[in-house]
């Protein structure tokens, strides 16, 4: 039972590259979610999606692009790094919400952590 | 707007003594949840409570303790008899209900825990 991995586990690129996170979960939560890890910020929400095809934007989105073609797969995107966005990244997945009386909690991945030279 | 504040950003505290952890939120919600996450130093998250703003009951899981106010906005958490694998950051997170697409977690900036043997 894999749950939620994140590949890779560290990565250093430098200032322009493009870079991809990987995430994937095998239980098939609808709801999957990208944060980062700063000192002094904890964990800040960049983007989330609902389903399958179904993304929006969280806290801190500028500078990310994400898609969701498979439900299992939810890959974060740096599309012209920079040294701000040298960070440790979570990717999370929750199952779908059952009202508004229930709630499931988000298992997080083991974390990515980035270094953008 | 939601926020969650940890206002002790490190502890330190000798082997078997008692730990209270303070965690601080805001929401104009009446219906909410509260977690906590344990980060130990090989940097995975671990959940470890949920509870929704209905149900202001203290909970006790072994040397694990909560204590939930709405009068004063805090969700505070206890380590009784502290060890040093207790030695981790641990945050606090804030989420309204699910009314739209998701349910995106606020956290505190975390605390970090030292426990000296």
């Known amino acids: 039972d894999a749950g939620i991995t994140q590949s890779p586990r560290y990565k250093i690129t430098e200032t322009g590259r493009q870079v991809t996170l990987m995430c994937h979960q095998t239980?098939?939560?609808?709801?999957m979610f990208w944060y980062r890890q700063d000192l002094g910020h904890g964990l800040r929400l960049i983007y989330y999606s609902a389903a399958a095809d179904i993304t929006d934007k969280g806290e801190v989105p500028d500078g990310y692009v994400v898609s969701r073609s498979k439900t299992e797969n939810f890959p974060l995107t740096l599309e012209s790094a920079t040294r701000s966005q040298t960070s440790v990244y979570f990717c999370?997945?929750?199952?779908?919400?059952?009202?508004?009386?229930?709630?499931?909690?988000?298992?997080f991945g083991p974390g990515t952590r980035l270094t953008v030279l | 707007a939601q926020k969650v504040t940890q206002a002790q950003t490190e502890i330190s505290v000798v082997e078997k003594e008692d730990v209270t952890l303070d965690c601080v939120y805001e929401?104009?919600?009446?219906?909410?949840?509260l977690f906590w996450y344990k980060q130990p130093p090989s940097g995975e998250l671990v959940f470890l409570i949920r509870r929704n703003s209905f149900d202001e009951q203290n909970e006790i899981s072994g040397r694990y303790s909560w204590n939930f106010q709405k009068s004063t906005s805090s969700f505070n958490f206890t380590i009784t008899a502290s060890q040093v694998v207790d030695s981790a950051v641990y945050f606090c997170a804030l989420s309204e209900p699910p009314y739209s697409s998701a349910s995106k977690i606020i956290f505190g900036s975390g605390t970090r825990l030292s426990i000296r043997p």
């Open positions: 239980w098939s939560h609808s709801y």
């Open positions: 999370a997945s929750s199952e779908s919400q059952a009202g508004e009386s229930s709630y499931n909690e988000q298992f």
């Open positions: 929401t104009r919600d009446t219906t909410y949840y």
